[in-house]
């Protein structure tokens, strides 16, 4: 088809845009030498493509053939979203080249910043915004990056303009760190713009839930949460707070990959960590009674989806917390956690030596104030409360144990501190029994 429309370029003007973009992805999505030809024969319909886009042909057609390439850019096979966005950024290059910004350069993804130039951007956005939304579930480094910031840009045009619809950039980057949230850690960690971004959104959003009595505008189909806020935050009083899951999920992973960092610019990040970390974690200076029944938790480890009753926070976003990388947060997730998910915490590798010496302090002082410290430990240790941790099988009570002492022996004799030395400065009753 495309030999036949290249050698009679007067008919391209009759085809429908979907066509001339359909046969277009098509040229592009092919390899080899092959491919190379077929670029040189599809010069008129690129051309034909480019003015539709653009708006020539009124805001409909642009409206269809924009809304075709955004499909593919969203298409959950890897090819044809690395074609879609390879069609978009030759379609849009002479809006490209006036573009100041030219960071996406590098993934041909310098259109997503010429899309709210054509001429009929208005009319364009809501598609844009809800393929490009789509399409997070399935990029990952750089075309990632460029995806949320152009999403954030697009929701925020959309709302200064008054454009229709019910966007809100909150809710698409909440649920992304949560479901993706080794994939959104390595953006965030990479790229420091999605990082002061990120640490921004997921602030502002929670202060919103914290500050408001009627939440009502929950994430659509999210469960939701509730807890009660540290007394340590705002002179004291503990407070009831709703919000959605996604939302303290996307939290708990913004701690555990927070560290500081020496730059001035990350100061009013910095800021927003400690105020959420005040909200959901003890403090380190003054955590106060560190053996809390299970009706007064407070934070993080009272949290519970207020449908089912069950935790809110799992093992494994405590294991996070707690391997956090910073010393701070680490330490405040010891302090915080509830005391049956100790043992398994003390399993992890790789504990920072701040969280690891407040868990055994902790866990060693549990069974001094009890009335039976033998009972606590062998109900800690129970295989019945193990099954818990998410480890599968871990055997009798003194396998467990001897799993402990074993890795607890190993991290002692890294810290550098002989265990007489520790004893002093912590209790070692847990250790020794």
């Given at each position: 088809?495309?030999?036949?429309?290249s050698?009679l370029p007067?008919?391209?003007?009759?085809?429908?845009?979907?066509?001339?973009?359909?046969l277009?992805?098509?040229v592009?999505?092919?390899?080899?030498e092959?491919?190379?030809?077929?670029?040189?024969?599809?010069?008129p319909?690129?051309?034909?493509?480019?003015?539709t886009?653009t708006g020539?042909?009124?805001p409909?057609?642009?409206?269809?053939?924009t809304?075709l390439?955004?499909?593919?850019?969203?298409?959950?096979?890897p090819?044809?979203?690395?074609c879609?966005?390879?069609?978009?950024?030759?379609?849009?290059?002479e809006?490209?080249?006036?573009?100041?910004d030219k960071?996406?350069?590098?993934?041909k993804?310098?259109?997503?910043?010429?899309?709210?130039?054509?001429?009929?951007?208005?009319?364009?956005?809501?598609d844009?915004?809800?393929?490009i939304?789509?399409a997070?579930?399935?990029?990952?480094?750089q075309?990632?990056?460029a995806?949320?910031?152009?999403l954030?840009?697009?929701?925020?045009?959309a709302?200064k303009?008054k454009?229709n619809?019910?966007w809100k950039?909150?809710?698409y980057l909440?649920?992304?760190?949560?479901?993706?949230?080794?994939?959104?850690s390595?953006?965030?960690d990479?790229?420091?713009d999605?990082?002061?971004l990120?640490?921004?959104?997921?602030?502002?959003?929670?202060?919103?839930y914290?500050?408001?009595?009627d939440?009502?505008?929950?994430?659509?189909?999210?469960a939701?949460?509730?807890?009660?806020?540290?007394?340590?935050?705002?002179n004291?009083?503990?407070?009831?707070i709703?919000?959605p899951?996604?939302?303290?999920?996307?939290?708990?992973?913004?701690?555990s990959i927070?560290?500081?960092?020496?730059?001035?610019?990350?100061?009013?990040?910095?800021?927003?960590?400690?105020?959420?970390?005040?909200?959901?974690?003890?403090?380190?200076d003054?955590?106060?009674?560190?053996l809390?029944?299970?009706?007064?938790?407070?934070?993080i480890?009272?949290?519970r989806?207020?449908s089912?009753?069950?935790?809110?926070v799992?093992?494994d976003?405590?294991?996070?917390?707690?391997?956090?990388?910073?010393?701070?947060?680490?330490?405040r997730?010891?302090?915080?956690?509830?005391?049956?998910?100790?043992?398994?915490l003390?399993?992890?590798?790789?504990l920072?030596k701040?969280?690891?010496?407040?868990?055994i302090?902790?866990?060693?002082?549990?069974?001094?104030?009890?009335?039976n410290?033998?009972?606590?430990?062998?109900?800690?240790?129970?295989?019945?409360?193990a099954?818990?941790w998410?480890?599968g099988?871990?055997?009798?009570?003194?396998d467990?144990?001897?799993?402990?002492l074993?890795?607890?022996?190993?991290?002692?004799s890294?810290?550098?501190?002989?265990?007489?030395?520790?004893s002093?400065?912590?209790?070692?009753?847990?250790?020794?029994?």
């Amino acid at each position: 088809l495309i030999p036949v429309v290249s050698s009679l370029p007067s008919i391209i003007s009759r085809l429908p845009p979907s066509a001339s973009c359909f046969l277009l992805l098509r040229v592009y999505g092919t390899e080899g030498e092959r491919s190379s030809e077929l670029r040189k024969l599809s010069a008129p319909l690129l051309d034909h493509v480019r003015k539709t886009t653009t708006g020539n042909y009124g805001p409909e057609n642009a409206v269809n053939a924009t809304n075709l390439l955004l499909t593919d850019v969203a298409d959950k096979k890897p090819a044809r979203r690395r074609c879609a966005r390879r069609v978009l950024e030759e379609a849009l290059s002479e809006l490209n080249q006036s573009i100041e910004d030219k960071s996406f350069d590098t993934v041909k993804c310098t259109w997503l910043h010429s899309l709210l130039h054509v001429e009929h951007s208005n009319v364009l956005l809501p598609d844009a915004i809800k393929h490009i939304s789509n399409a997070l579930s399935y990029e990952r480094g750089q075309v990632l990056q460029a995806l949320i910031l152009s999403l954030h840009r697009y929701i925020k045009y959309a709302t200064k303009n008054k454009i229709n619809g019910n966007w809100k950039f909150s809710t698409y980057l909440c649920k992304l760190i949560s479901t993706r949230h080794n994939i959104c850690s390595e953006a965030i960690d990479r790229f420091p713009d999605v990082r002061s971004l990120a640490i921004e959104t997921v602030h502002g959003t929670f202060l919103e839930y914290l500050e408001q009595s009627d939440t009502e505008e929950i994430f659509d189909n999210d469960a939701i949460v509730q807890f009660k806020s540290c007394r340590s935050y705002k002179n004291g009083t503990v407070g009831s707070i709703r919000l959605p899951l996604s939302l303290l999920q996307s939290t708990c992973v913004l701690l555990s990959i927070w560290k500081e960092r020496e730059d001035c610019e990350e100061d009013l990040s910095k800021k927003f960590i400690n105020e959420l970390s005040n909200v959901l974690m003890f403090p380190c200076d003054n955590p106060g009674s560190l053996l809390l029944e299970t009706d007064d938790l407070e934070g993080i480890a009272s949290a519970r989806v207020i449908s089912s009753g069950n935790p809110a926070v799992s093992v494994d976003e405590w294991v996070m917390l707690a391997k956090s990388r910073s010393d701070d947060i680490a330490r405040r997730a010891a302090l915080s956690a509830p005391s049956k998910f100790l043992p398994r915490l003390l399993l992890c590798s790789g504990l920072p030596k701040s969280s690891l010496l407040t868990m055994i302090d902790r866990l060693g002082k549990l069974g001094e104030k009890s009335e039976n410290e033998q009972k606590v430990y062998r109900d800690l240790l129970m295989p019945s409360a193990a099954a818990d941790w998410g480890f599968g099988q871990l055997g009798t009570r003194r396998d467990i144990a001897r799993k402990l002492l074993g890795r607890l022996s190993a991290y002692i004799s890294m810290t550098g501190d002989t265990p007489e030395a520790l004893s002093k400065q912590l209790s070692f009753t847990f250790i020794g029994w």
